[in-house]
């Protein structure tokens, strides 16, 4: 059974970073992609990057290119996102899935299995 553990949320003022931590057991973690994920209060999940098998290849929304920096650690089953730059916009609840699908089109991505959530918190 696939378990999916996120940490690193938190609290932080515009401008700030924080960076968010999803360990994965119960699942062949290096064999596939993993992404990170996004529900901002009153509005839907959306996807926001996400990371080839291997990490070599990772792929970011518009919204977060040049400031979220997605990686990924094999050896330890764990999956990280590191948020600089944060904006109120985004105020989220931010979720770590295993994907079925990572590629340059963002509305072709597609997702397994998520976890409970960490939440961000932006204020100005």
């Known amino acids: 059974q696939v378990q999916i553990v996120e940490s690193g949320g938190g609290s932080v003022q515009a401008g700030g970073s924080l960076r968010l931590s999803c360990v994965v057991s119960?699942?062949?973690?290096?064999?596939?992609?993993m992404g990170w994920t996004r529900q901002a209060p009153g509005k839907e999940r959306e996807g926001i990057s996400c990371?080839?098998?291997?990490?070599?290849?990772?792929y970011y929304v518009d919204s977060v290119k040049g400031r979220f920096t997605i990686s990924r650690d094999n050896a330890k089953n764990t999956v990280y996102l590191q948020m600089n730059n944060l904006n109120t916009e985004d105020t989220a609840i931010y979720y770590c899935a295993t994907m079925g699908l990572c590629g340059e089109r963002s509305s072709l991505w597609s997702y397994d299995d998520w976890g409970q959530g960490t939440r961000v918190t932006v204020s100005s």
């Open positions: 119960g699942f062949a973690f290096g064999d596939y992609a």
């Open positions: 990371i080839s098998y291997n990490g070599e290849r990772t």
